[in-house]
Structures are given as structure tokens and as C-alpha cells.
């Protein structure tokens, strides 16, 4: 089995030169629609990447492809610098976690856990041990007896987990299995996946259409949108430079204005310009072309009708609606300089100062590097 | 003429009228008492040719005489015997009113005691002694047909004409190629003989016999029942059998070439009779016994059995013409010595212990 | 039941919409419904499981007579069963060769038709249930269903026309200068004719459970290792084993109690039991030892059941309990 990506060379010098994963314009066709296009990306040892998208954008597709259920119809994945197209899932040096899970109902959290151990050929008098040790590393200690359907929900995250790992593999595939949990669970096992990754050091990708998700766990973030890789980055810079219209929308800006581009960069909506930035050349907006700015509604200050930022830069308007978070109070407001538009503002220090109610009129203001502009025709026709 | 009784009435006197002009050999005193019509009367009866023929030369006839209908009811004589048997046991009215059985069949019924007297049919005087069943008290039965289980065979297989002996069974070229009854019904007594018994030993020692069918499932025979056996035939499945001659006759009539004879160790021949199931009111039974007295008379066995190929017990019938000089159908006093007859009453006291012989070696 | 509204009020405002009549009948239904005593309700259950009950009451009821029957002896002098009791009519089995021949031929058909069907069911079931082509699984639910409407008797009646000396296999073959082969009235017919007969049967009992195994739990035993072979004995089998068990079931019951494919291919001589008890019955008018014999197939039958499910655990039909 030469072929087989377990067979790929491991001398250290030669596994610190290649990359875990690399996607060479893969593509996916199912009858006439491309469910994944031209999709290329590269994926560091030990890193934990995590693919971003709303549902039907192909992120499962994309990790169907690496794993090896399905073949590409154009492109090539390599794992750990060999080529394995030809290689079945089976033969794949890959751990995976389900959307649904997927645990063996007739076996025991335990029998789970050894399955792929059993299956990779392990020694069986090391198996026990194993699969103690890792129902340790998921906090599971005493309930391998326990059939999946005697534990809860957390619980059997953790099995899932466990199986996907128990056998040391070279990347870990996680397709949404947070996605069902409640919040609270949510978050706790978001810590988890983040503690066993980096307590293991193993390669991941993770596939959400949770943007809080995303930039909690990962160190590297795709963006997808109908089978396209929008932006590729570390989540700081994807989150502080979107580049494209819909990654800012998607990461949950706030507000999207519409206008005319103009040079400088700015937006001219009405008689106002607002000088704002274009975080990617690729998508700027061309002087005089339709142009959407997307506004950070955690940027955008609000001062009360009396006081006021520095002239020239602020637009009254009215509170229309106030909700209070807890830790943050959300303003929806009108402005009517800016034809009626509807803008979001979010006060992160409700203590520090008076909150306005419904009908209050304040002044708001921003900073132009937090008006992201963009050219319009990359947005069809969605109003925020 | 909406009245139905003066329809029903019309009817009835229109049914008289004609039996007069047909003379019906009903004698004046009778005629003078009879009891109301039922309006209709229930024959069990055997399908295809046998329910065609009896309704062509006894149930229609009867009707026209009578003005009473018959509607011929095809349940399995082995099925509806049961029936009768359980509506008997329970006072209840039985699902007929005449049953057209073999008289080995018919006897197990006159043994339990669930048949009506049929001694007194005005036709039984002028009949073949035959009609009456042998071994049996009184008249619980009447015979009205021979039949003969004939060597049937296919011409082209015997170029040098018919077999004289039943042993061509045995020849390995027929192996898989042959038929029997499935419950070996009417070739016991030849198989005693074959197998070097005496027919006289029968019921006392069948030895023989079950030596011979032993050999004879060596043969791989195909079992099965009266239809089956044209089928065969027609489809070439066998070459040799041991069926009722009626069978090889309409397979013939079908267009295959089928040829019958009685070889020289003889046949069996049986009779087929009709009785009728106690538990009908007066007036059924008296009807039903009409009815049968009717089947018995030469009028309509002539017709009817000119249909099935079988020599009745009517006197004066004329063969038809296919079957003048047949063996299988036996006119003659030298005709019948060739013949095997079992009395029906041993064949019913044994049937079970035969099947079960017969199943063994066959089953095994 | 309260007036609707729209017609309390006197007539100020818009004219109401009529009020339909299938919306009077519903609040009628409505009101009985609601003034039902909620203790009716374990009454009613028990009411509409009534007619089962009965069925299998009925069927209890038969089978005490039938074991009455068979501890009484037929006299064949007067075709009467006798008034004593005794086991005569099972010693006589016990000792009786077609009994055993017959036995052990319905028995072994059981085990050859219920693993062939199993066997053959499964990947019919599998791609029924897998396959991503409409235009497949139509196809497929066709031959399943098609089947049903052409019942026992008339398939096996296409089954002589087929297989016989002058059929259609033997004609294709005569054309390449072969046979005519005897194809029919063999055990391995009757066989042959049970399979294709049960096969839809398998095939119905076994799809639902497929079904129900998520291609996810398959794609996860891939991703720990296992081969399509090792995923197939170790998790998908397993986990279809109610749907196996219920079709083993059903083809195993009803191939045990089969009586027209061996009375119709078997040429008379591959008797299955329940062609025995038919003759004991209609031909020899025995329905002592009919009843005995009766009596001994459906212990088989119940104990065949029974192995069966003993076998798949407890809660292997879906019925509560573990999964
Ligand atoms: N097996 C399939 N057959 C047909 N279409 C599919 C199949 N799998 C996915 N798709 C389509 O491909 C697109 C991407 O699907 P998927 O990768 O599952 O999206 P995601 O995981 O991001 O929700 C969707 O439009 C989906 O309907
Ligand atoms: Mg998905």
C-alpha cells in the first residue's frame, strides 16, 4: 500500500516542509449544479482551520472531498504532500466528527471508541488502555459501559470526539457537530474541541455557520458562499478586513448603506459623502459606480442631540428602538440626512452613561475606517 | 303478471304438463301427492367436461321438466364433504342437495350415516346391478357410471403398437416420464399383481403391492390429479400414466396424440355414484331424489355420458362412436373380466392406511 | 358550545362571513369531544384493539379443538373419531416416514429459502433505500410491488409455463441445441418457486431498517478505518438486525406453512407439511391425525418464531424497550 497517505514519508525535516492539507481548485458537481467551484487552499500542520458558511454554501462538500466519501470532478486534494485521489476514505489518515454525530447505537461509548483502533490494525493489548486514556482526555472517566443513548447530548459530543481521535490521526474533520447543542453547550464544548486540539496538536478543520465560532477556535478562516471560497485568512484579519460584501454581512457588521461610489475612497448617499476605506483592491468600488458600505454598529458612537463629535462628521436621528442585552445595549436608529436609512449602533458600557429611549434624537458618528466600501454588483440585490 | 304466484303457478303447471307429454316414469299415485318445489335445487359436480356434460343431459332436462333450477356447485368432493359432515353433526341444513362423488368417497359419508335412503327410486328396478353399492346396508348410494383406470400412453413411443403389460412402468426409458394419482388411488390392485400378489389378499396382504411401487418410484413419477394428467400430456411432460380413461380421451380431444389401453394383468374400475346429505326438508329430499332417479334413467345418461366417454348403468345405451370396442369401455361380460373391481366399502375402510403407505415410499 | 361571534352580534358592523357547514360539524365534533370522560379514553383503546383480539381468540378457540381432535382416533368403519382420548394419533406419527421425510424437507426449506432471501434481499433493499437515481428506486419499488398483485397460485401456475418441457427456458435452450431439461417437480423447483415467492416479502421487512441507518453512521465507520466489508459485518449488519430478523420472520413462517408451491412444482412428491395436514383432512377424512400433525406445525412455527427472535434480543422489532 505505497499509495496510501499512511505511507507518506514522515522524516521530520520533510514533514516540517509540506502542509497538512492542500485543495487544488477542487470542484463538485452534483447534476448541473456546481455544489463546490475551484476551491484551493492550504492548511499548515497543527493549525485549526475553520470553514465559514450559511447552509448549502458546500462546506460539507468541501470536507466530503478531503475526506474522501466522494471524489472531485476537477482538482486534486493532497494530504501531507501525497496526491490521494485515488486513495478510499478507509486508507485516509483521517479522524472525523459528524453533523449528527453518527455514533454506532449498538455499541458502548467504550466499544466506539475502540472501533477504529480494531479497524487500523492497533496491537489489542494496547486497545484498553487507549481507550481509557482517552475517555479521560474527554472527561468521560467510568461511563465507557454506557450505550449512547444512556448519555447526554455533551456526552455524546465526547464520544464523537474521542472516536475521531483515539487513533492519533493526521487531521481531525469536524462537520458542524456543535450545531445542534444549545448556547451554553455550545460554548463549553467549543473550549473543549480548542483545549483537545492544542493538547493533541492535531491538524483540524472545522465546518460552521456560527461566525462566533469561527473566530473563538481557529487559527486560520474560509469564507464560503454558493460553493466559493470568498476569503482566506487568520480570523482577525478576515473579521478587521472583510473582502467582499458578503463576509462583512456574514460576520455580522451591523448595517449596509447603499450609494455612489466616489474617489478618495467614499459613498455619497443623498448630499452627504462619507469617507470611508476599501479593505480589498479586488472588490473597491469604482468612482461613480453603485457602491455598499458596510458599518460596524459596535464603531458607531452616539452622543446626545446637545453634544456633539467634530462638525461635519455626525448625522442626527431618532432612537426608534432600544434593547437591553446586559452587557451591551442595541440602538436601531433613523436617519433621515441619510434618507430614512435604519442604522444599528451598539453601546458596549450601558453603566457608563445614560441610556436613550424610543424617540430620543441623538447624534451618531464613526470613523471612515470603519465605513468598509464595496463595489454593489457584488451584493444582488439584498437589502440589509 | 306481476303476480309471483300466479307466476310460480304457471310455472309448476307448465312443468307438469310437460312431464307428462315426455312421460315421465313417475307413477300416477306419486304424482298425485307431490310435495312443493323447491325453487331451486344445489348438484355438486365436478368442473369442465363433467359439469358440461351433466348439465347437458340431466341438469337442463330436469329443469325443463320441472321448472326447478340447478345450480351446480364445484366445491371439491373432498372439500365439501367436511362441510356436510359438520352441518349433519349440527342439525344444521347441509350446503347441498345432491353430491356427485366417487362411490369409494360417497361411502365414507354412507359409513358415518349422513346420506338419506335412496331405495326407493322407482328407476333402480330397471338399472344395472351395479347401481347398487356393494357391502353396504340398504341404499345410501347410487352407482350411476363404470369408469376404467387405463394405461394411457403416447403412440409415438410404442412404434410397435400398444403395450400389453403394465411393466413398460418400469422400463428405464420412462424414467421421470410417468404419472400416477397422488394418493395411488386405482393402481393399487395392479400393483398387487405386478408385484406377484393375488387381488384376493386385498385388504389382508398388499405386500406385494407396495413392493411394486417401491420399485416404482425408482422411476421418479410425477403425482398428481384428474386435470393434471392431460396437462402432461399436452405439455409433454410424460409418456406413460395410469389415469381415468376420461382424462387420456380429453387430452386427445384436445389435439394430442394419446392412445389408452387395459393391459393383459387387467385394471381397476370403479363407479362414480350420487347420494344426498340428510338434514334437507321433505320437500328438498323428495325433489333431490327425482332428480337423482332422473340421472338414472337412459334419456339422460345417453347424453350425459356421451359426454365423459363412461358406460352408464342405464339399460340400452348406445356407445358413442369413438369408444365402440373399447377397453375402457366395458359392455360385455369378457369386457369386465378384465376388469379389477375393489368393493368400496374396503377402499373406504383402508383408503387412510393405503395414502399412508403410499406417501411413505413416495414422500421418502 | 359557544356561539360564534360573527352571528351574536345585532347586525352592527360588516355582515359576517357565512359560517360554513363543515365548520358547524367540526365544533360539533369539537363539543363531543370535549365533554368525553378523559377515563373513556383506556375504554376506548381497548375497544379498538377488540377486533384482533377477537381474531386471536378465534384462532386460540380452533386450535383447543383442533388439540381435541388430535388425542381422538378416526374409526374408518364408521368415519367417526373415537370418544376416548389418547396419544395414538402422535405415537402414529412418531413412527410414520412421510411424517419425518415431510418434516424435515419443510424444515430444511425454511432454513435454505429464509438465508436465500435474506441473502438476496439485502442488496435490493440496500440500493432501494441508497441509490441517488429516481428513475432506479421506481424501478425498483416496481418489481417489488408487482409481485404482490399476481398472487401464490397464478406464479406458480407462470412457473410451469415457464419451466416445463415445453417452456421457455427449455425453448431457448433447443435453439442452442440442448435439452429438453425437467425443470420442474424437484425439491430445488419448489425452492426456487418459494424464493421468488418470498423475496418482496424480505425485501419490504428488510427496507424500512436499512432505512433507517443513516449513510452518516456508514461514511463514520469509513472514517474509522473500516472497509465497506468490515462497515458492513460489524455496523451496518448489526444495526439492520431488527429489519434481518423481521424478515427471516416472516419468509421462515411462511415458507414452514407453504402449501401451493410444493402442491403445484413439486410433481407431488416434495410434500410440505402443510400439505400433509390438507390431505388428512379433505382426502382421507382424518381429522385426528390431520389435527396432530396441525397441531405439531404450528409448535414448529412458534418455536421458529421464538429462536428467531430470542436471537435479535430483546426490542428487536422496534416494540419499546432497549434499542
Ligand atoms: N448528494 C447531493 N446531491 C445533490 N445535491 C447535493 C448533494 N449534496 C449536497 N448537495 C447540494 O450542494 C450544495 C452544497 O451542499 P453542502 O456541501 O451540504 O452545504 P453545507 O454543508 O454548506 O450546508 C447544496 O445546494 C446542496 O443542496
Ligand atoms: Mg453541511
Redo the contacts with the bound molecule.
Keep these: 500500500m505505497t499509495s496510501t497517505a499512511e505511507a507518506v514519508p514522515r522524516t521530520r525535516a520533510h514533514a516540517e516542509a509540506v502542509p497538512a492539507v492542500e485543495a487544488l481548485g477542487l470542484g463538485?458537481r452534483?447534476?448541473t449544479?456546481w455544489?463546490?467551484e475551484d476551491a484551493s487552499f492550504r492548511l499548515e500542520r497543527g493549525q485549526f482551520l475553520t470553514v465559514l458558511?450559511?447552509?448549502?454554501?458546500?462546506?460539507?462538500?468541501?470536507?466530503?472531498l478531503v475526506a474522501g466519501f466522494?471524489r472531485p470532478d476537477r482538482g486534486h486534494v493532497r494530504l501531507f504532500g501525497a496526491e490521494v485521489d485515488t486513495v478510499p476514505p478507509h486508507r485516509r489518515p483521517i479522524g472525523m466528527v459528524f453533523?449528527r454525530l453518527a455514533l454506532f447505537p449498538h455499541m458502548t461509548a467504550a466499544g466506539n471508541i475502540a472501533f477504529p483502533l480494531e479497524m487500523r490494525r492497533f496491537d489489542p493489548r494496547e486497545i484498553p488502555a487507549r481507550v481509557e486514556r482517552f475517555l479521560e482526555l474527554v472527561r468521560l472517566r467510568g461511563l465507557g459501559h454506557r450505550r449512547p443513548h444512556e448519555l447526554s447530548g455533551g456526552q455524546q459530543q465526547r464520544v464523537a470526539i474521542a472516536r475521531a481521535l483515539v487513533f492519533e490521526p493526521g487531521l481531525l474533520l469536524l462537520?458542524?457537530p456543535l450545531a445542534s447543542l444549545d448556547v451554553r453547550l455550545k460554548e463549553e464544548m467549543q473550549l473543549e474541541f480548542r483545549r483537545i486540539q492544542r493538547e493533541l496538536g492535531v491538524t483540524t478543520i472545522n465546518?460552521t455557520?456560527d461566525q462566533r465560532e469561527a473566530l473563538v477556535l481557529s487559527d486560520r478562516v474560509i469564507v464560503?458562499q454558493g460553493?466559493r471560497i470568498l476569503q482566506e485568512g487568520e480570523p482577525e484579519t478576515v473579521w478587521r478586513d472583510p473582502a467582499h460584501p458578503f463576509v462583512a454581512r456574514f460576520l455580522g457588521v451591523g448595517t449596509m448603506l447603499r450609494g455612489l461610489a466616489e474617489a478618495g475612497p467614499a459613498i455619497r448617499i443623498g448630499d452627504r459623502r462619507l469617507p470611508g476605506r476599501a479593505p480589498n483592491p479586488a472588490t473597491a468600488p469604482r468612482p461613480g459606480r453603485p457602491a455598499v458600505a458596510a458599518l460596524r454598529a459596535e464603531r458607531v458612537r452616539i452622543f446626545a442631540a446637545s453634544g456633539s463629535p467634530a462638525p461635519g462628521t455626525g448625522f442626527a436621528c431618532r432612537v426608534t428602538d432600544t434593547v437591553f442585552e446586559g452587557d451591551r445595549v442595541l440602538y436601531e436608529l433613523i436617519v433621515p440626512e441619510l434618507g430614512e436609512v435604519r442604522l444599528r449602533a451598539v453601546d458596549l458600557d450601558p453603566g457608563g452613561h445614560a441610556r436613550y429611549r424610543p424617540g430620543t434624537q441623538v447624534t451618531v458618528a464613526w470613523s471612515p475606517d470603519d465605513l468598509l466600501l464595496f463595489d454593489a454588483s457584488l451584493e444582488p440585490g439584498s437589502d440589509p | 303478471m306481476n303476480d309471483p304466484s300466479f307466476f310460480t303457478s304457471r310455472r309448476r303447471l307448465l312443468g307438469s304438463a310437460t312431464a307428462l307429454a315426455a312421460g315421465f316414469a313417475v307413477p300416477a299415485v306419486l304424482r298425485a301427492q307431490e310435495p312443493a318445489k323447491p325453487a331451486e335445487l344445489i348438484v355438486r359436480a365436478w368442473g369442465g367436461v363433467w359439469v358440461d356434460s351433466l348439465k347437458k343431459g340431466v341438469s337442463d332436462p330436469f329443469t325443463a321438466k320441472t321448472g326447478i333450477r340447478i345450480r351446480h356447485d364445484l366445491t371439491e368432493d373432498n372439500e365439501i364433504k367436511p362441510r356436510i359432515w359438520a352441518a349433519v353433526q349440527q342439525g344444521r341444513t347441509p350446503p347441498i342437495h345432491v353430491n356427485w362423488d366417487t362411490t369409494a368417497n360417497a361411502t365414507s359419508s354412507a359409513l358415518r350415516g349422513v346420506c338419506e335412503s335412496l331405495a326407493d327410486l322407482p328407476n333402480l328396478a330397471k338399472v344395472l346391478p351395479l347401481a347398487k353399492p356393494i357391502g353396504l346396508e340398504g341404499v345410501p348410494i347410487v352407482n350411476l357410471y363404470s369408469y376404467v383406470y387405463v394405461l394411457a400412453y403416447r403412440p409415438e413411443v410404442f412404434p410397435g403398437g400398444a403395450p400389453t403389460s403394465w411393466s413398460v412402468l418400469l422400463e428405464p426409458r420412462f424414467k421421470g416420464r410417468i404419472a400416477l394419482y397422488n394418493d395411488g388411488i386405482g393402481f393399487h390392485p395392479v400393483a398387487q399383481v405386478m408385484g406377484g400378489g393375488k387381488v384376493s389378499d386385498i385388504p389382508g396382504n398388499m405386500e406385494p403391492c407396495w413392493a411394486f411401487i417401491r420399485k416404482l418410484k425408482e422411476q421418479k413419477p410425477l403425482l398428481g390429479e384428474d386435470p393434471d394428467f392431460t396437462n402432461w400430456f399436452q405439455k409433454g411432460e410424460i409418456d406413460v400414466a395410469c389415469t381415468i380413461s376420461s382424462n387420456a380421451r380429453e387430452a386427445k380431444a384436445k389435439g394430442v396424440n394419446v392412445a389408452w389401453t387395459v393391459p393383459k394383468e387387467g385394471a381397476k374400475v370403479d363407479t362414480d355414484g350420487m347420494w344426498i346429505p340428510k338434514g334437507l326438508t321433505a320437500n328438498e329430499l323428495y325433489w333431490a331424489k327425482r332428480y337423482i332417479d332422473f340421472a338414472l334413467s337412459t334419456e339422460a345418461q345417453q347424453v350425459w355420458l356421451d359426454g365423459l366417454g363412461l358406460p352408464g348403468v342405464a339399460p340400452g345405451l348406445r356407445p358413442p362412436a369413438d369408444l365402440v370396442g373399447d377397453p375402457s369401455y366395458p359392455t360385455t361380460e369378457k369386457d369386465f373380466e378384465r376388469l379389477i373391481l375393489i368393493p368400496p366399502r374396503i377402499q373406504a375402510e383402508h383408503t387412510a392406511e393405503w395414502f399412508a403407505r403410499f406417501k411413505e415410499i413416495m414422500q421418502s | 358550545m359557544a356561539l360564534s361571534p360573527g352571528r351574536s352580534g345585532l347586525g352592527a358592523g360588516p355582515s359576517p362571513a357565512p359560517y360554513r357547514l363543515s365548520w358547524r360539524i367540526l365544533d360539533a365534533l369539537e363539543a363531543v369531544a370535549a365533554r368525553w370522560p378523559a377515563r373513556a379514553e383506556g375504554a376506548i383503546r381497548w375497544l379498538l384493539l377488540l377486533p384482533a383480539l377477537l381474531v386471536v381468540g378465534l384462532l386460540v378457540f380452533g386450535l383447543l379443538v383442533m388439540g381435541d381432535a388430535s388425542l381422538r382416533v378416526m374409526d374408518f368403519r364408521t368415519y367417526r373419531l373415537s370418544e376416548q382420548h389418547s396419544l395414538a394419533n402422535y405415537v402414529r406419527l412418531w413412527g410414520w416416514g412421510a411424517f419425518h421425510a415431510t418434516l424435515w424437507r419443510s424444515l430444511g426449506a425454511t432454513l435454505l429459502v429464509t438465508l436465500l432471501c435474506l441473502v438476496l434481499a439485502f442488496p435490493y433493499a440496500r440500493a432501494l433505500t441508497r441509490t441517488?437515481s429516481a428513475r432506479l428506486r421506481r424501478l425498483l419499488l416496481v418489481g417489488l410491488f408487482l409481485p404482490f398483485f399476481v398472487g401464490q397460485v397464478v406464479r406458480a401456475y407462470g412457473w410451469l409455463v415457464i419451466l416445463g418441457q415445453q417452456g421457455l427456458v427449455n425453448q431457448v435452450l433447443g435453439l442452442l441445441g440442448l435439452g429438453p431439461y425437467r425443470l420442474l417437480f424437484a425439491y430445488e423447483t419448489v425452492l426456487f418457486g418459494l424464493v421468488q415467492y418470498m423475496l418482496p416479502f424480505a425485501v419490504l421487512m428488510l427496507a424500512p431498517a436499512l432505512a433507517a441507518i443513516p449513510e452518516e453512521i456508514e461514511r463514520a465507520a469509513a472514517s474509522c478505518g473500516a472497509s465497506p466489508v468490515r462497515a458492513l459485518l460489524r455496523i451496518v449488519l448489526p444495526m439492520a438486525r431488527p429489519g434481518l430478523v423481521a424478515a427471516a420472520l416472516v419468509v421462515a413462517t411462511l415458507t414452514l406453512t407453504d402449501f401451493a408451491m410444493p402442491a403445484i412444482l413439486g410433481g407431488g412428491t416434495n410434500d410440505f407439511l402443510a400439505n400433509l395436514v390438507h390431505d388428512q383432512f379433505f382426502r382421507t377424512s382424518n381429522a385426528g391425525l390431520g389435527s396432530a400433525i396441525a397441531l405439531v406445525l404450528t409448535f414448529l412455527g412458534t418455536t421458529v418464531a421464538g429462536l428467531l427472535l430470542a436471537l435479535a434480543g430483546p426490542g428487536a422489532l422496534g416494540v419499546r424497550g432497549a434499542r
Design positions: 463538485r452534483y447534476g449544479v455544489a463546490l458558511g450559511p447552509s448549502g454554501s458546500g462546506k460539507s462538500t468541501l470536507l466530503k466522494e453533523q462537520d458542524e465546518v455557520h464560503m460553493g | 441517488s
